[in-house]
C-alpha cells in the first residue's frame, strides 16, 4: 500500500513539474562561423558536437519532458557559452583552441550524450580525423603547451 502511495505521489510531482519553465528551446541567430580547413572537418563537427556547440540545436521530444528538459538546456547553455561555432568572431570567450584536445582526450562528445545521439559516434579513423581537423582550423592548445614545455628544456 506505502509502494502504491509512493508512486501516485512520484506520478503527481512529475506531472505538475512540467508546468514549470524550463523548456527553452532557443536556437540564436548564426553571427559568424569558423573558417573551416575542410568541408569534411565542418560535417565531423556538425555531426558530433554541433548540437550543443552550436545555435543550430535539434531539439529532441523528450527534450520537452521536465526534468529532462532543465539538464539538456543547461548542458546546451553551458556548451555554447564555453565554445560556438554560430557565434564565432564574438567577444569575449569562445574555447576552439580547446576542442582538439578534448575530443582527443575523450572528454568531448560526453559519454552519457552518446546513447541518445548514436550519430555522434565516431569510428577511430573519424575522430583522428576530427581532431587532426579542429586542430588546422582553430590550433591545438594541448599541443602548444608540449611545445613550450620542449622548448624550455
Known sequence: MKIGKALGVILVVLVLIQFLPGRDHVNPP?????????????????????????????????????????????????????????????????????????????KMPPWFYMPTHPEAKLTPAEKDELVKGLAATFGDEEKEKKEEKNEKR
Open 30 to 106: 548564426v553571427t559568424g562561423t569558423p573558417k573551416w580547413d575542410s568541408p569534411r572537418t565542418a560535417e565531423l563537427f556538425k555531426r558530433a558536437c554541433g548540437n550543443c556547440h552550436s545555435n543550430e540545436t535539434v531539439w529532441p521530444g523528450y527534450s520537452n519532458i521536465a526534468p529532462i528538459s532543465w539538464l539538456i538546456n543547461l548542458d546546451v547553455k553551458v556548451a555554447r557559452s564555453k565554445f560556438n561555432v554560430s557565434e564565432w568572431g564574438r567577444t569575449g570567450k569562445n574555447d576552439g583552441d580547446e576542442a582538439a584536445s578534448e575530443t582527443r582526450n575523450g
